[in-house]
């Protein structure tokens, strides 16, 4: 069974076209994050410093959050071309956030737009994305159905 993100880019995707995952995050992948960055703020690590900055508990690292993105960008085969983060609230560990992606601009040539809101399980806005980049055209969305068709053997979410 294909992803059904990927599903429908090859079917084409268009402007409003919206797409919703959510997931949690552990303090395990925020420190296997902060290794594969050199990201060591205390504000992830130490308690301490947690308290003199006013949070609750330590927190992930906002792009740890904001990579979300990436699943529908896999999915779909959309080529990054910018992206623009405005994190508004600390998310800690074990938090559920539901990313919803809205695709808001389509050109011909397959450069597009899109707009990402994060929210956790309160229903809290903690960040916020624009996107550019390059959705797939017809004869690499035709690519994607041959790699479905042969059972998707590259993506762990199929």
């Not at 429908?8 to 296997?32: C, H, M, P, W």
């Not at 609230?89 to 737009?113: A, M, W």
Request: proline share 3%; aromatic share 12%.
């Amino acid at each position: 069974m294909p992803n059904l993100i990927r599903q429908r880019a090859i079917e084409g995707l268009k402007v409003n076209d919206s797409f919703k995952y959510s997931r949690t995050f552990t303090q395990k992948e925020t420190e296997y994050f902060g290794d594969i960055t050199r990201d060591y703020n205390p504000v992830h690590y130490d308690s301490r410093w947690v308290e003199a900055k006013g949070f609750k508990g330590l927190i992930c690292h906002g792009l740890i959050v904001g990579s979300m993105i990436c699943e529908f960008g896999g999915q779909v085969g959309w080529l990054a071309t910018g992206m623009n983060f405005k994190f508004i609230k600390p998310v800690y560990f074990g938090d559920t956030i539901t990313c919803t992606i809205t695709i808001t601009k389509i050109e011909d040539s397959g450069r597009s737009e899109a707009e990402a809101i994060f929210t956790n399980e309160t229903n809290d806005h903690v960040c916020y994305a624009y996107l550019t980049g390059r959705l797939p055209l017809d004869h690499e969305r035709k690519i994607l159905k041959l790699m479905v068709e042969e059972g998707d053997p590259t993506n762990k979410l199929a």
